[in-house]
């Protein structure tokens, strides 16, 4: 198996690992950030690498799909972490005018804004789950309260991969009862 088949497929797992354990369904939205560079061994932000996106994106798309989840693409920091997302999932809510590029957004936010259907930029979103590859902090994109989630998968190519989802909050204090498959 070829490098970029490797990566896919550890994306592909990775992205099936979380939609289980997060218990995502269809219309839920997982956010994904990541950091080619750090897939291919470098830096964060020194090495985009659109090859390396791809066979990431892939992956991740051929598991969000079979459940009809809608990708939130992470842009990089010169986006100032704007998301690229179908805009069937934001309904009327706003969007910006932004294209990403690999060196301005991201090879893997550049990926999903050619792939998808009608994709706009937002600039928040309130994912139910989240997978961060290489340390490109995701947190900001995730509805209260975020859980981190240790995956199996936790690893694409070089970069480390963290991930979390969402539980809603807890209230009414030590008296409370709690359905626990919310947890």
Known sequence: MDRFNEIRAAAKNTAEEIIETAK???GNILVVGCSTSEVMGS??????????????????????ENKGIFIAAQCCEHLNRAIIIEKEAI???PFCNVVPQPKAGGSFATNAYK?????????????DAG???GFTLIGMHLKEVAVPVRLKNNKIGEALVLAARVRPKFIGGIRAAYD???L
């Open 115 to 127: 792939d998808f259907k009608a994709p706009v930029a937002v600039e928040h979103i309130k994912a």
């Open 24 to 26: 995502l369904t269809k």
């Open 43 to 64: 830096k964060i932000g020194t090495d985009s690498n659109y090859e390396t996106a791809t066979a990431i994106y892939s992956g991740i798309k051929e598991a969000c």
């Open 180 to 182: 626990e498959d919310l």
């Open 131 to 133: 997978i961060d590859i």
């Open 91 to 93: 309904g009327n809510a």
